[in-house]
């Protein structure tokens, strides 16, 4: 049945988890059993007298998959080629990874009116619930992204002894893992994320993600239950960073459950900067009620702004519902940031454009696929990647469809790192029937009705939606990865739930819409994808709001290690594209002839290094392409992508062990808010302000070096440049053509502040005539003297000093490492890295980092011997 009232969908929908304070997560003590060894039922498994020793410990939340590999069942399927090495569930069938999850736990009846909840936040894919002898789901539950809420207060032991019993079904069906993206692309048929079945990213995750994937939480109230509170600010106008704000509204409500027998009286109220909003509320026995509180006008608010652009403040709304206006029945609270989205179409590029606050906002995003394949996420790993992106001078993040609304943990990162968030729902064009495909069991007409149920998906979608809609980095709705989503489905989530449930954001009905941007030909679309002449990024016209452009992502020789077998440590060959069966299997896309330009590779390590430089020229060229055309060709641009959830080799700025590379620090760089650069065509050297004030009295400073470092002075001229704006300011091409033609030759741009400190710092090394960098290949050694010094708790600098008469140092990585084992810290956050130093000049770089082991700094690079020095010497 297609037809679907929204209005029984959202009544349907459990509560969200904002943060309670009587709420505990089951986190641990978890044991699991496949289904043939368990000969009862859920009744009688789930009494805690039923013996269930000898179990195996069970990582919750986690996978089948992940507990397998806790307890040393299968080899790490992120090493090699260990990933065939483990059964796939298309192979062996479901059964082999349906799992019982047990948990006992304390938890006493309560006295009165007080209420106990047991609350699931995801379950992939179906599942029974089963408490001390009772089961909670009158009916199988389904959906990965669908969450459950049950009223267990009934049915706890009096002594507080009670056990957790829930069976877990894998989806149904488990699709092929053909090699296609998204395998036979039946995957889709479920409401499930789709890259399980193998992409060209990855490799299928053998038991589908099978597993309660998501916390669980025990929550106590009183009488009434706040559920789904939800915040909305209006930031009406132009708004300016600093200085007085006028008034900004705050709009709230809540959602309260009653399920006692008596009707309740009493108050809904939240506190926010100091002041109290309430609302008088009667709640009939065993009813549901949404209640609107009056709306607020926060005065001189302190507003939320995206990277680059502003601070992101953030407030807390404290909720509570007092029973008789005294009583605290429940209390959750909401971290939100004040500010607005706008969207518009720009004439002048054909494409939307985002505002923030009234400013209009250029985009700079990244494409976001899953934090770790095998779902294992932590608020550090989150905070990690999201810092990361932070890092490159990005504002948006995209999160893939072939994945999963992202988790609330995700959110706060993007919230505290200023990463306006676009966020798909669960369809990709590859498995939901956009483009004729051999690899797909079944036509585009059936694949375009994907998925089965499709009022699961509506339900899912409005529990997702309440799930995250508070957080202030949630900017862009969208409907599918290269597609709508079936009409049916399309029209009640653009039309009816969206509007109902939030209201405040751009919907785009998928990821390369017309509503999106049309280009020159009238059409949108994506890529390129590989490996492109940086000339390509500032020279050919693209798509005006490109949701994915992209290219390579190999790291260096000790992220090639972790999981790569030596006897694999093959160099991929060209033009022969002879690529070793390890490189093959974790999707390596070629380097081509960019690697020679800079001599054949002796070895792997070699090729790594090299190819650093392809990947600092690549994203620098990519960041700075589409800059340079900023409201002339383009509104925005969002990379293919930045990261990937396992051991890939394509489309990265850090490894999966997030060990960045130079991917991360050329896109850095090309990607400044205020930035120097030159157009490798024309030679133009031109300014990019992307921030909102005028930049005045800045100093463009521009030098060439020969190899051997002596220093061709052109010129230093005062800058002046509007806000969001760019500005050509001179060509140094007949001059870089002149001394570039028989080695090479480096630019050297700098912008200074008032105070001679740099803004903006641009090191370009240019090819000989011949398209190679033959100087690069000879040069002299560059001995640079260092200092590192402890600055505060887990913060450092390393000062570099190239002395005068020196050739540069060219393009050194400094790495913080264990001083007893010399590996490497992760994650650590450099303010820069894979830089080169002038003669005479000096370059300072702080780190970010959590260790308290003893440490050692290494500094290695092109024409640098590799040097050690500790903190404080």
């Not at 990582?59 to 040393?72: E, F």
């Not at 001189?300 to 807390?316: A, I």
């Not at 966020?423 to 051999?438: E, I, T």
């Not at 020279?539 to 790569?564: A, C, I, Q, W």
Request: proline share 6%; glycine share 8%.
């Amino acid at each position: 049945m297609r037809k679907i009232s929204w209005l029984i969908i959202l009544g349907c929908v459990v509560n969200q988890m904002a943060l309670s304070q009587n709420r505990y997560e089951l986190n641990n003590g978890w044991v699991c059993s496949p289904i043939g060894s368990v000969k009862v039922t859920g009744d009688k498994l789930s009494v805690p007298s039923y013996s269930i020793k000898g179990w195996m410990p069970a990582t919750v939340p986690g996978t089948v998959l992940t507990t397998l590999l806790d307890n040393k069942k299968v080899p790490d399927p992120f090493y090699g080629l260990n990933n065939d090495k483990i059964p796939d569930i298309y192979k062996t069938g479901r059964d082999q990874y349906t799992y019982w999850f047990v948990k006992e736990f304390n938890e006493k009846a309560p006295q009165g009116n007080d209420q106990v909840w047991l609350q699931l936040r995801g379950v992939n894919y179906s599942c029974d619930v089963f408490l001390n002898g009772k089961q909670l789901n009158s009916a199988r539950h389904y959906g990965m992204f669908l969450r459950q809420s049950y009223n267990i207060t009934k049915l706890l032991n009096s002594s507080g002894a009670n056990r957790l019993a829930v069976i877990v079904y894998p989806i149904d069906p488990v699709g092929n893992p053909n090699g296609g993206q998204g395998g036979d692309g039946t995957i889709a048929r479920n409401v499930s994320h789709q890259y399980v079945a193998g992409w060209d990213w990855i490799q299928p995750m053998r038991d589908r993600n099978t597993g309660i994937w998501d916390k669980v939480y025990v929550e106590r109230t009183g009488g009434v239950n706040i559920k789904n509170p939800h915040v909305i600010t209006q930031v009406p106008g132009v708004r300016k960073v600093e200085g007085q704000q006028a008034p900004a509204k705050i709009i709230a409500s809540a959602e309260l459950e009653n399920p006692t027998a008596a009707r309740k009286e009493g108050v809904l109220q939240y506190q926010i900067d100091g002041q109290v909003v309430k609302q008088n509320v009667t709640i009939e026995p065993n009813s549901f009620k949404e209640v609107n509180l009056p709306v607020f006008q926060l005065n001189n608010p302190k507003l939320w702004w995206p990277n680059g652009y502003g601070p992101q403040n953030l407030y807390t709304l404290h909720f509570q519902f007092l029973e008789g206006g005294q009583t605290v029945s429940d209390e959750e609270q909401v971290t939100t940031g004040v500010r607005e989205i706008q969207t518009n179409w720009n004439e002048t590029t054909r494409s939307k454009q985002v505002s923030v606050n009234g400013q209009k906002i250029f985009i700079k995003g990244g494409n976001w696929i899953i934090s770790d394949a095998m779902l294992r996420f932590t608020d550090q790993r989150y905070d990690a990647e999201v810092h990361y992106h932070r890092d490159m001078n990005l504002n948006l993040i995209r999160v893939w469809g072939g994945a999963l609304i992202e988790r609330p943990e995700f959110f706060n990162a993007c919230d505290k790192y200023g990463m306006l968030v676009m966020q798909d729902f669960w369809m990709s064009g590859d498995c939901n029937g956009r483009w004729v495909d051999p690899m797909k069991s079944e036509d585009q007409w059936t694949r375009r009705k994907y998925p089965d149920d499709h009022t699961l998906f509506l339900r899912s979608v409005a529990d997702q939606v309440k799930l995250v809609r508070n957080h202030p980095s949630l900017a862009i709705w969208c409907g599918g990865n290269e597609i709508t989503p079936p009409e049916d489905i399309l029209r009640p989530m653009k039309d009816s739930i969206l509007p109902a449930l939030d209201g405040t954001r751009w919907f785009v009905d998928y990821s390369n819409s017309d509503d999106m941007s049309l280009n020159t030909l009238g059409g949108n679309g994506d890529g390129p994808y590989g490996i492109q002449d940086p000339v390509h990024f500032w020279e050919h016209r693209t798509f005006p709001f490109n949701s994915e452009v992209g290219s390579v992502g190999v790291g260096d020789y000790e992220s090639l290690k972790r999981f790569m077998p030596a006897e694999n440590m093959q160099v991929p060959q060209y033009p022969s594209n002879k690529v070793d069966p390890v490189w093959d299997y974790h999707k390596y896309i070629g380097y081509n002839q960019y690697i020679d330009p800079y001599g054949a590779a002796k070895d792997v390590a070699d090729f790594a290094k090299k190819a650093q430089l392809v990947n600092y020229d690549q994203y620098r060229a990519l960041g700075e392409g589409f800059s340079n055309r900023m409201w002339d060709w383009y509104t925005g641009f969002i990379i293919w992508k930045t990261q990937n959830p396992w051991t890939a080799l394509r489309g990265q700025m850090y490894d999966y062990y997030l060990d960045p590379n130079a991917c991360l620090f050329g896109l850095r760089n090309g990607s400044e808010p205020v930035h120097v650069m030159c157009n490798p065509t024309d030679g133009m050297v031109t300014i990019v302000n992307n921030s909102f004030e005028e930049q005045r009295n800045l100093m463009l400073v521009v030098h060439f070096y020969e190899l051997s470092g002596k220093d061709s002075f052109v010129t230093q001229v005062f800058a002046y440049i509007e806000p969001t704006s760019v500005k050509r300011v001179l060509s140094v091409k007949e001059l870089a053509d002149k001394l570039a033609k028989d080695k090479g030759v480096f630019l050297s741009l700098q912008l200074l502040d008032e105070r001679k400190q740099v803004v903006s710092d641009n090191c370009y090394w240019l090819p000989d005539a011949n398209g190679n960098y033959s100087g690069l290949q000879s040069m002299a050694p560059a001995a640079l003297k260092a200092k590192a010094t402890q600055t505060g708790k887990g913060k450092m600098t390393v000062a570099l000093t190239n002395p005068m008469n020196n050739p540069v140092a060219f393009f050194n990585r400094v790495t913080l490492l264990d001083a007893k084992t010399k590996t490497r810290i992760l994650p650590v956050f450099y303010s820069d890295n894979y830089f080169s130093v002038m003669p005479g000049g000096e370059k300072t770089i702080t780190i970010e980092y959590e260790n308290s082991n003893p440490l050692l700094i290494s500094i290695e690079g092109w024409n640098v011997a590799t040097l050690f020095i500790n903190p404080g010497s």
